[in-house]
Nanobody, 124 residues
Framework: QVRLVESGGGLVQAGGSLSVSCVTSGLTFSTYTMAWFRQPPGKEREFVAVISWRGGGTSYADSVKGRFAISRDNAKNTVYLQMSSVKSEDTAVYYC?????????????????WGQGTQVTVSA
């Protein structure tokens, strides 16, 4: 059974930093491309960041580029998202996702496995 479990969400002040993580089990983690998506209140789920299975390739949504950093530890089957200089518009439920696809990484439909999400709230 494949499981993705996010943790680390919470309340953070605007301009601050927060890190969320996603521990996986039941899949060969090192062969999966991993991504973070988020769903702001009342909006659709959107792409945030992706990291290749080797960890050498990353890509970010324009809205978080330069502020967020995705990383992975294949020995721990874990993917991380470090968020800095957070803004109120970063408030959302953050989801990690896994895929073996090599294209269309910014589309939610490309991902087979999803976590349950973790809430991140940025206060003014």
């Amino acid at each position: 059974q494949v499981r993705l479990v996010e943790s680390g969400g919470g309340l953070v002040q605007a301009g601050g930093s927060l890190s969320v993580s996603c521990v996986t089990s039941g899949l060969t983690f090192s062969t999966y491309t991993m991504a973070w998506f988020r769903q702001p209140p009342g909006k659709e789920r959107e792409f945030v960041a992706v990291i290749s299975w080797r960890g050498g390739g990353t890509s970010y949504a324009d809205s978080v580029k330069g502020r967020f950093a995705i990383s992975r530890d294949n020995a721990k089957n874990t993917v991380y998202l470090q968020m800095s200089s957070v803004k109120s518009e970063d408030t959302a439920v953050y989801y990690c996702a896994a895929t073996t696809r090599s294209t269309a990484w910014n589309f939610a439909a490309s991902y087979r496995y999803w976590g349950q999400g973790t809430q991140v709230t940025v206060s003014a």
